[in-house]
């Protein structure tokens, strides 16, 4: 079995804290400038990243089994959790929510969209050209009004190009950007963006960085050009995942271990987010200022959902 290289396992438990904590901050949108402007600039590479590494480890897609594996470990827990979210909406929170297979909850979505992104990767890893292809295909995509949430085919287009480019490269791409002076550089840079956009970023485009609507629903740009804000939001999306990647730690860290664990966090920290969003303290938060809570609630998430009980449990789901 090929050594695991310490560089993506901190990558990938890096960013699943930062979507533990981005889907808290999620209750607290406009209620801070400073809250909301962290949120969007998460959402800028957080996703992206994680699809990106998710397509550098599908280099053995069109090995004989490989996607009935794929499929397996990504639909069977997509079904499981779907039935038990619903019913965890209706029944704790009384949400009215229909039980349908075909519209992922929350952030179930990346688990159909990972499956179809590696589906279309049997086909787009054969066409020359076929990152372009894909960037073109999911700049049109958006004037399909009818594209949306049904099987998150709406997000699979609009995430399915960094999911290529994650396929396209090798591994001392990576190692090429861990320099120390590219890091101190891309640390600069990553404040000075998050600067900017805490200044000038309308706190209402966020739909934007999530790929879930067509363009019709996004009314804050003329049709005619919204081709070209998506590929404008590509660009600046791909220069800050960049900077992450320069940012990631090349070594062992006191951390590094979670990395294995990173799919059963994303499937159950839902459960514990939606706990906290319907408790007393997210008045508690706004009224008293105490946003600070916020990261010590993302922490605890993660070390809960990492105990030896939560694995065990985990693995009959997702082995």
Request: glycine share 4%.
């Amino acid at each position: 079995m090929k050594k695991r290289n310490p560089y993506f396992d901190n990558a990938k438990v890096i960013l699943i804290f930062l979507v533990v904590f981005g889907h808290i901050l999620s209750e607290f949108l406009y209620k801070d400038r400073m809250i909301s402007s962290i949120y969007l600039f998460i959402f800028l590479f957080h996703m992206p990243a994680f699809i990106l590494i998710s397509g550098f480890f599908a280099k053995g897609i069109h090995k004989p089994g490989y996607l009935v594996n794929v499929a397996k470990k990504l639909l069977i827990p997509y079904l499981i959790f779907q039935i038990f979210y619903t019913f965890y909406y209706n029944v704790i929170f009384q949400n009215g929510l229909s039980l349908s297979p075909f519209t992922p909850r929350w952030a179930l979505w990346f688990l159909v969209s990972l499956f179809l992104w590696n589906v279309m990767l049997l086909l787009f890893s054969k066409i020359k050209y076929g990152l372009l292809l894909a960037v073109i295909l999911s700049l049109m995509i958006g004037y399909f009004s009818h594209v949306g949430g049904f099987l998150s085919l709406s997000r699979t287009f609009f995430f399915f190009p960094f999911f290529l480019f994650g396929y396209y490269l090798k591994e001392e791409h990576f190692t090429k950007l861990t320099s120390k002076s590219n890091k101190v550089i891309s640390a600069a840079l990553m404040v000075a963006l998050f600067a900017l956009m805490y200044k000038v970023l309308p706190l209402d485009g966020r739909a934007w960085l999530m790929g879930k609507q067509p363009y019709e629903k996004m009314t804050d740009i003329t049709l005619h050009f919204a081709w070209l804000a998506r590929f404008g939001v590509y660009v600046v999306m791909g220069l800050v995942t960049l900077l992450f990647f320069t940012l990631v730690p090349s070594k062992k860290t006191f951390f590094t271990h979670i990395g294995p664990l990173t799919i059963s966090i994303y499937l159950l920290h839902m459960l514990l987010v939606k706990l906290l969003h319907e408790s007393p303290l997210v008045p508690f938060i706004i009224e008293h200022n105490q946003y600070w809570l916020l990261v010590v609630f993302a922490f605890a998430i993660m070390y809960i959902l990492t105990r030896k009980p939560v694995l065990l449990l985990m693995k009959f789901v997702t082995k």
